[in-house]
C-alpha cells in the first residue's frame, strides 16, 4: 500500500508539467492553431523563471522573503511564456504563416534559449559553475502542512506543492470555460469554423490571439514547475526532455479534454518512473515502456479517425490560416 | 452598438498578390535575413555585452575559417540537406510530414542493427546491400504507415507522424541499453571499431566526401524528378488542386502513399549516412532535431532543390558558427538555436509581404451616413435574454 | 397604404464587380409585414442586391432606407443592429454544435451562460412559428431543411424584422417547401417582412403578396401576385428575344454518340441531384442544356465524365467506327480514357478543377496527356507547342507561356481550357457554362469553338444559362428542371418564354406525381 501511494505521488510529480502543458495546447488547439512551438514556450517558461530567481537570490543573500522568492520567478516565467506566443500568434494569426514551420521555429529558438541561459547564466553574470537554485526551490516544494500526518491519504493527496495544484484547477477551469462558458463557446467555433464564427459576430483574430497567449502562458508554468519543483532548482540542459512533445501528444489522448488531460498526464507520468517500482524490470524496458504514451496516442488518433465521430475530431480549421476574403 | 462597428471598419485591409517578379521576392527575403542578423546581433550585445561584429566574426571564422572547418560544415550541410530533401516531395503535395526525424532514425536504427548483428559475418560488398535495402525499407515503412491511413481515413498527418517520432527515438533508446558497450553506459559506442564492417568507405583520403557525392546526386535527382517526371507531376497536381487531380483520373490515394514512401526513402538513406558514413554509432540522439530543422529548411527552400543546398548551408553555417562563439567566448553553443530561430521567425514573417499586398481602403467612401443608433425595433431583442 | 413610410427602401442602387454592372439604378421598396418575391434569372442581380441590404457589399451608389431613415450597412452585424437578417444559401453553422448552441453563437448575453434557457427561448420561438426543430439536435445529424430552419431560428432569435431567404426551396423537398411556406405566413401575420429570393415561379405564386422582378441587374417592375399570371411574369422576367446572330450550321452525319438511360444521382448529403435522365447526344449536333441553377446539370456532366457515382442507369457510348457500344457506367477518368472515348470536359469551375492555376499554360495543356506514353519522364515539347498554337490561334492574352494560369484574365482561363479541351479532338465534348463571365468577343469564340467541334463531327453537350444563347446556338435544348427532363425542344423553333416556363415548372403529369411525396425538387451545392 505504501508504495502504490508513492508510486501515484511520484506519477503525479511526473505529470504535472503534462498537466499544464496539455491544458495551454489544449487551449491554443481550440482557436484552430496546433503551436508545435509548445516545447519551446515550457523552455522559454522554465528558464525565465529561473532567471528572475536566480537574480533574486544573487541579490539577496540572506533569507529570502517567501512571497517574493515565489512571485518574481512566476511572473518572469508568464511574461516569458508570453512573449513566446505572442510571437507565434503574430506570425499565424496576423501574418498568416504555417503553421508546422512557425512552431517549429519556435521551438528551437525557445530550447535554444532556455539552454543557453540555463546553461550559461552562472557563467555570465555568477561566479561559475552550474545553476542551482534550492533556495528558492524549498519555497515552492512547502507541501500541504497536515500531508504526513495523513498516512498514504495525505501521500497521495496533500504531498504536493501549490504549482501542482494550480495545475489541476487550471484544467478544471478551463474545461469548465471550453464547455460551459460562452466564451467557450464561441472560442470553439473559432476553431472549427472561423467563417461561422466571423458572420456570427465574434472577434476571430482577437479570440486566436487571446487563446494562444492564454494557452502558452499556461504550458510555460508546466516548465516553471519542472524546474523550480521537480529538479529542485538544478538547472541541467536538455533535462526537460520530450515532456513538451509529449504535451501535444495527450491533446490527442485526452481528446481535446483537459479533464481526461489531468488523467492522461498522471498515467503518462507514471511510465516515466513506474520501472523504479516494478522489482526485475531493465533498464531497456523502461526504454519500451516509455515508447507506450506515443503508441496508445497513435491508437487513439487512429480510432478516433476511423470512427469519425465528430466531436472526437481534431477542431475542424487546425492548422489553417482564415483569411476573410475581401468582398 | 452600431456606432462601434462603423469605426471598426479598417482603412487599410489585406489582398493576396497576385505574382511579384523573382528578384523582388528575394529581395524580401534577404532584407529579412539582415534584419534578424541584426536583431539577433542586438540580442548577443545585450545578453553577453560582446561586441556583435566580432561574434559575426567569429561565427564566419568557425564556419569558413580553414579548409578543415569548410569541409565539416559541407559534411554538416550535406546531411541537413539530405533530410530536407526528403521531406520535400510531401510538402509539395501538402503532405504535412514533420516526421522526418523518426523516419531517418528508423534508417539509422536499420542500419546499426545490420552493422551489429551481421558485420563481419559476410562480404563487405553483400554487407552493403544489406544495409542500403534495410535503412531504405525501415524509413519507408515509417513513412507509408501515416500516408495510408491519411489516404484512407484521413488521419491527421502532421500530428501522426509527430508520434511517430518518438517511437523511433524511443526504440533507438532501447536498443542503445540492449547493445550497450560498455555495459552499464546505456551507449553503443562505436560500432565494429575495429574491423570497420559497415562503414562506408573513404573516397581520395577524404572524408565524408561518398555522403556529400551522394547527397549531391539525390538533390540533382530530386529536381529533375519534380521537374520532368510523370511522379513530380502528379505531385504538384495533387498538392495544387485533389479535385483536379481527380478530373483529369488521377489516382489520388495512390500518390499520397507513393510519395510518402520516396519521402521515407530518401530519409533512410539519411540515417544510413549519419551511422555508416559519419557516426558509427547509434543513440537516440542520432538525428538531434534536424528532422525539424529539415521542415524549415524545405520550407525556406520554397521546396526547390537546388535552393536547399543555401538554406541547408544557412542553417549548419550558423551551428558550426555558434559553437565557435561558444568555445572563444566560454558561452554554450545553443545560441546557435537562438539565432536560427530569429532568422526564421523573419524570413516566415517576410513570406507575407511577398504573398499578401497592404492597400488602403475604399470600401466606406465619403457619402457614409451615421447609422441611427435609436432604431427600437431592431435593436430590444438582441440580447440572448436566457438570464429571464 | 400608399402613404405608408416602407420598412425598406432602396435608391438608385449601383453596384460594379470590375467592368460588370451586377446592379443598375435600382429603386425598390418593401412594406412592413409583406412578403415580397425577388424574381429574376441567374445572373439577373437578384443576390447581390440582397447582399447589399444584408451588409456582404457595400453599394457603390444609391441610399438604403430602414423605416424613412437613410443607413449605412457596412457589415452583417450592422444589417443585424438594424433588424435585418439574411438566410444564405450556403449555411454558416458549426458542425460539432448542436441547434442552440449555433442560434446562440456570438451573443453577448448579459449574466450568466445558460444553455437550457437558451433552449428554452428556442423552443418557444418554434413553437410559436411552427418549426420542427430539436435544440439539442447536432448540425451534423441534420438534414438540409433543418439546417436551414436553424438558420432562420438563429435569426429570429436575433430579434430580427426584415428577413431574406436566398432561395430557400432550392435545397428542399415539396413537403419541407410547404412547411417552409406555413412558417413564413405565421411570420408574415406576427409583423416580419419577408423577402424570398426565387426563380420558380409557381412558389411566387403561392407564397409572396407582391414581386419584384430584376432583369440583367436592373429593377423591371413590382405587381401585385393576385394581379399576375406566371405567363406575364416570365414576360417580364427573360424579356423580349433579342438576335444574337450566332452561326448554327446545319448538322451532318448525325448518328447517335451518347445514349443515357434513366440516370440517377444522389449527392452525398443525400440530395437526389440527377432524376431519371434520359437522351440522346448525337454527333454533329450541339445538346443544349438549359434550366435554372442547380437543377442537376453539373451532376449529370460529372457522372457521364466518370466523377459521379451513379445510383442506376445507363451510359453508353457509341464508338464512331465500329458502332460498337461501350458501357461508360461505373468507370473512372483513367478507364474511360483507356477504352479509347475522347471526351471532353470543360468544366463549371474552371481554376479549381479545369486547370492548376499555380502551373504555366503548358503544365496545363498536359493535364490530360501527361500520362501517355511508357517512359516515366514528361514529353514538354508537345504540350509547349500546344500552348503556342492556342495561345496563338484563340488570341489568349498572357504576358508568356510560363504566366501561371491564375494570372490570366477570365476569358483567358477559359481559352486556354477549352484550347486544350478540344485539343483531343473529342467525340463527345461538353461544355458547361463556358461563356461565363467572358466579355462578347471572347464568347463569340467559345460559340464559334464549339460549332467547330459540331462540324467535326462531335456530339457537343452545352450547359447554358442564357436562353437566347441556348436557342440560337444548339440544334435541340434539353430542359432539366429538379433534377428531371421537363421538355426538350427544337432550338430552330424554340420560344424563350416556353423554355423559361419548362425551366420552373415540370410538365402538369410530373408535378402530380412529385407532389405525392417520393421526389425531391431542387437541389443544393
Known amino acids: 500500500m505504501n508504495t502504490i501511494a508513492l508510486f501515484i505521488s511520484r506519477a503525479v510529480v511526473q505529470g504535472i508539467p503534462l498537466v499544464y502543458g496539455s491544458t495551454g495546447e489544449i487551449i491554443t488547439e481550440k482557436a484552430g492553431h496546433l503551436n508545435l512551438g509548445i516545447p519551446g514556450v515550457m523552455y522559454v517558461g522554465a528558464v525565465s523563471g529561473v532567471i528572475g530567481s536566480f537574480f533574486y537570490e544573487k541579490n539577496n543573500p540572506g533569507a529570502l522573503n517567501p512571497f517574493l522568492a515565489i512571485i518574481i520567478p512566476l511572473i518572469c516565467s508568464l511574461f516569458g511564456s508570453l512573449v513566446m506566443s505572442l510571437i507565434y500568434a503574430f506570425l499565424t494569426v496576423t501574418l498568416r504563416a504555417n503553421q508546422n514551420v512557425t512552431g517549429l521555429a519556435l521551438t528551437t529558438f525557445g530550447v535554444g534559449f532556455g539552454n543557453f541561459f540555463g546553461g550559461s547564466l552562472a557563467t555570465i553574470y555568477g561566479s561559475g559553475g552550474s545553476l542551482a537554485l534550492r533556495r528558492t526551490s524549498i519555497i515552492f516544494k512547502t507541501a500541504l502542512p497536515f500531508a504526513s500526518k495523513l498516512g498514504n491519504f495525505g501521500t497521495i493527496f496533500f504531498s504536493y506543492s501549490f504549482l501542482a495544484y494550480l495545475a489541476i484547477i487550471i484544467a478544471i477551469l478551463a474545461q469548465v470555460f471550453l464547455t460551459k462558458t460562452r466564451a467557450g463557446l464561441n472560442l470553439r467555433a473559432v476553431g472549427e469554423s472561423p467563417a461561422t464564427a466571423d458572420a456570427a459576430g465574434i472577434n476571430v483574430t482577437k479570440y486566436k490571439y487571446l487563446a494562444i497567449i492564454i494557452g502558452g502562458m499556461i504550458a510555460g508554468l508546466g516548465g516553471l514547475y519542472f524546474t523550480m519543483d521537480y529538479t529542485s532548482g538544478v538547472w541541467s540542459n536538455g533535462g526537460f526532455g520530450d515532456r513538451g512533445w509529449l504535451a501535444i501528444a495527450l491533446v490527442i489522448f485526452a481528446i481535446w479534454n483537459p479533464d481526461i488531460g489531468i488523467l492522461g498526464s498522471i498515467l503518462f507520468g507514471g511510465l516515466y518512473v513506474i520501472y523504479i517500482f516494478i522489482p526485475g524490470l531493465s533498464r531497456s524496458s523502461q526504454e519500451l515502456i516509455m515508447m507506450l504514451p506515443y503508441v496508445v496516442t497513435l491508437i487513439v488518433l487512429v480510432i478516433t479517425s476511423m470512427r469519425k465521430k465528430r466531436e472526437n475530431q481534431p477542431p475542424a480549421s487546425l492548422g489553417l490560416s482564415y483569411f476573410r476574403e475581401e468582398r | 452598438m452600431a456606432d462601434k462597428s462603423l469605426s471598426g471598419e479598417k482603412k487599410f485591409h489585406v489582398v493576396k498578390r497576385t505574382g511579384i517578379p523573382v528578384w523582388r521576392a528575394w529581395l524580401i527575403r534577404i532584407i529579412a535575413v539582415f534584419l534578424a542578423l541584426i536583431v539577433a546581433g542586438i540580442f548577443v550585445m545585450v545578453v553577453t555585452k560582446l561586441n556583435p561584429i566580432d561574434v559575426y566574426k567569429t561565427m564566419f571564422d568557425g564556419a569558413f575559417g580553414t579548409g578543415r572547418k569548410l569541409w565539416s560544415l559541407a559534411q554538416n550541410t550535406a546531411i541537413l540537406l539530405c533530410i530536407s530533401l526528403a521531406v520535400t516531395p510531401a510538402f509539395k503535395m501538402k503532405f504535412w510530414n514533420i516526421g522526418a526525424e523518426g523516419q531517418v532514425m528508423a534508417g539509422c536504427i536499420a542500419t546499426a542493427t545490420v552493422m551489429i548483428l551481421l558485420g563481419g559475418k559476410m562480404p563487405t560488398w553483400a554487407l552493403m546491400i544489406v544495409m542500403i535495402v534495410s535503412s531504405v525499407l525501415a524509413g519507408v515503412v515509417w513513412g507509408i504507415i501515416p500516408a495510408f491511413f491519411k489516404a484512407y481515413w484521413n488521419t491527421n498527418e502532421t500530428l501522426f507522424t509527430l508520434m511517430m517520432n518518438y517511437i523511433a527515438i524511443q526504440l533507438a533508446s532501447y536498443l542503445s541499453t540492449v547493445w550497450e558497450n560498455p555495459a552499464g553506459s546505456a551507449h553503443i559506442g562505436i560500432i565494429n571499431s575495429a574491423s570497420k564492417a559497415g562503414w562506408l568507405p573513404t573516397l581520395f583520403g577524404k572524408k565524408y566526401l561518398l555522403n556529400i557525392i551522394i547527397v549531391a546526386v539525390i538533390t540533382v535527382a530530386l529536381y529533375l524528378y519534380f521537374k520532368f517526371s510523370k511522379h513530380g507531376y502528379e505531385i504538384a497536381v495533387v498538392g495544387e488542386s485533389q479535385n483536379t487531380a481527380r478530373y483529369v483520373g488521377m489516382n489520388v490515394k495512390k500518390i499520397i502513399i507513393r510519395t510518402m514512401a520516396l519521402s521515407g526513402a530518401l530519409c533512410g538513406i539519411a540515417g544510413l549516412l549519419i551511422v555508416a558514413g559519419t557516426d558509427h554509432t547509434l543513440s537516440s540522439s542520432s538525428v538531434g532535431g534536424q528532422g525539424f530543422t529539415a521542415v524549415m529548411v524545405s520550407w525556406l527552400a520554397k521546396f526547390n532543390p537546388f535552393t536547399m543546398i543555401l538554406t541547408s548551408g544557412l542553417i549548419a553555417a550558423l551551428g558550426k558558427g555558434a559553437s565557435e562563439i561558444a568555445q572563444e567566448f566560454n558561452l554554450n553553443d545553443s545560441i546557435a538555436d537562438i539565432i536560427t530561430g530569429i532568422i526564421i521567425f523573419f524570413i516566415i514573417g517576410c513570406e507575407f509581404f511577398i504573398n499578401y499586398k497592404i492597400v488602403r481602403s475604399n470600401r466606406v467612401n465619403s457619402k457614409i451616413v451615421k447609422i441611427q443608433p435609436e432604431n427600437e425595433t431592431a435593436q430590444s431583442n438582441i440580447t440572448e435574454g436566457e438570464k429571464a | ?525
Request: charged letters at 30%; glycine letters at 8%.
Open chain 3, 1 to 525: 397604404m400608399e402613404k405608408e413610410v416602407p420598412v425598406l427602401e432602396l435608391r438608385h442602387v449601383t453596384k460594379t464587380f470590375g467592368k460588370v454592372v451586377a446592379n443598375r439604378d435600382v429603386s425598390m421598396s418593401v412594406r412592413k409585414g409583406e412578403i415580397l418575391s425577388v424574381l429574376g434569372e441567374n445572373g439577373s442581380g437578384k443576390t447581390t442586391l440582397m447582399n447589399m441590404i444584408a451588409g456582404i457589399y457595400y453599394p457603390d451608389e444609391g441610399q438604403i432606407f430602414i423605416n424613412g431613415r437613410e443607413v449605412s450597412i457596412t457589415s452583417p452585424k450592422v444589417a443585424f443592429d438594424n433588424g435585418i437578417g439574411m438566410i444564405h444559401q450556403h449555411f454558416k453553422l458549426v458542425d460539432v454544435f448542436n441547434a442552440t448552441e449555433n442560434i446562440i453563437l456570438g451573443l453577448k448575453g448579459k449574466g450568466r451562460y445558460n444553455l437550457k434557457a437558451a433552449e428554452k427561448k428556442v423552443s418557444e420561438i418554434t413553437a410559436k412559428y411552427g418549426f420542427d426543430l430539436d435544440p439539442k439536435k447536432k448540425i451534423y445529424n441534420m438534414s438540409v431543411s433543418e439546417k436551414q430552419t436553424v438558420e432562420i431560428v438563429k435569426v429570429l432569435y436575433r430579434g430580427a424584422e426584415i428577413f431574406i431567404l436566398d432561395e430557400p426551396t432550392a435545397v428542399l423537398t415539396p413537403q419541407e417547401t410547404e412547411k417552409l411556406f406555413a412558417v413564413l405566413r405565421k411570420m408574415r401575420d406576427d409583423g416580419k417582412t419577408i423577402i424570398i429570393i426565387t426563380h420558380k415561379l409557381r412558389e411566387v405564386m403561392e407564397i409572396s403578396d407582391r414581386v419584384t422582378i430584376l432583369r440583367k441587374g436592373e429593377y423591371i417592375d413590382t405587381v401585385n401576385t393576385k394581379d399576375a399570371t406566371e405567363k406575364l411574369l416570365t414576360d417580364m422576367m427573360v424579356g423580349q428575344s433579342t438576335d444574337l446572330n450566332i452561326d448554327r450550321p446545319e448538322p451532318k452525319n448525325v448518328c447517335d454518340r451518347l445514349i443515357v438511360k434513366d440516370l440517377n444521382v444522389t449527392s452525398s448529403d443525400g440530395v437526389k441531384k440527377v432524376d431519371g435522365v434520359s437522351f440522346v447526344a448525337k454527333s454533329g449536333e450541339i445538346l443544349g442544356i438549359a434550366g435554372i441553377a442547380n437543377s442537376g446539370q453539373r451532376e449529370l456532366l460529372e457522372a457521364i465524365a466518370g466523377l459521379q457515382k451513379i445510383d442506376s442507369g445507363e451510359i453508353i457510348y457509341v464508338d464512331p467506327k465500329t458502332n460498337e457500344e461501350i458501357d461508360l457506367r461505373d468507370k473512372n477518368v483513367e478507364q474511360i480514357r483507356n477504352l479509347g472515348v475522347r471526351l471532353s470536359f470543360v468544366p463549371e469551375d474552371r481554376l479549381g478543377m479545369g486547370l492548376v492555376g499555380d502551373m504555366n499554360i503548358p503544365y496545363n495543356m498536359m493535364l490530360r496527356s501527361y500520362n501517355k506514353g511508357k517512359s516515366e519522364f514528361l514529353h514538354t515539347s508537345e504540350p509547349k507547342k500546344l500552348a503556342k498554337d492556342v495561345v496563338e490561334q484563340l488570341n489568349v492574352v498572357t504576358p508568356g507561356l510560363d504566366t501561371p494560369v491564375r494570372e490570366l484574365s477570365g476569358g483567358n482561363v477559359q481559352k486556354v481550357l477549352v484550347g486544350r479541351e478540344i485539343a483531343s479532338s473529342p467525340t463527345v465534348m461538353m461544355a458547361a457554362y463556358p461563356a461565363r463571365g467572358l466579355d462578347i468577343n471572347s464568347s463569340y469564340l467559345i460559340y464559334d469553338l464549339l460549332n467547330k467541334q459540331k462540324k467535326s463531327g462531335a456530339a457537343v453537350i452545352f450547359v447554358g444559362e442564357d436562353l437566347d444563347v441556348l436557342i440560337a446556338l444548339c440544334d435541340r435544348i434539353l430542359v432539366l428542371c429538379g433534377g428531371k427532363i421537363s421538355g426538350v425542344v427544337d432550338g430552330r423553333k424554340a420560344d424563350k418564354n416556353e423554355i423559361g416556363l419548362l425551366m420552373t415548372n415540370l410538365p402538369e403529369k410530373e408535378k402530380i406525381e412529385s407532389d405525392s411525396g417520393k421526389d425531391v425538387s431542387g437541389n443544393g451545392r
